[in-house]
């Protein structure tokens, strides 16, 4: 369940909004994100170009996937989802 009122995320574990991180590469996914209360990275390149972003810009601007590693582990600290005890 996908729930665009940013009250649950909910696949296999519940989540709330500030465990996820919505991953995209157009203005689209941006207001998707928003919409949801959720944190948004885009990947440079894709369907937008990076300026077109200036009037409401995402989270998290990577250019390559393995940049997400780094934001998921070290964002606000908290260990990944799934891991808890």
């Not at 909004?17 to 209360?37: M, T, Y």
């Not at 369907?47 to 995402?58: C, H, R, V």
């Not at 590693?69 to 990944?80: D, H, M, Q, S, W």
């Amino acid at each position: 369940m996908f729930d665009f009122e940013g009250t649950l995320v909910d696949f296999q574990w519940r989540l709330g909004p500030g465990d996820v991180l919505f991953v995209g590469d157009n203005r689209a996914d941006v207001a998707a994100a928003r919409s949801a209360g959720l944190a948004v990275a885009i990947i440079r390149g894709g369907e937008s170009s990076e300026s077109l972003f200036a009037g409401d810009p995402p989270d998290h601007m990577i250019s390559q996937l393995d940049e997400l590693f780094g934001l998921v582990t070290t964002r606000a600290g908290r260990e990944a989802p799934g891991t808890r005890g």
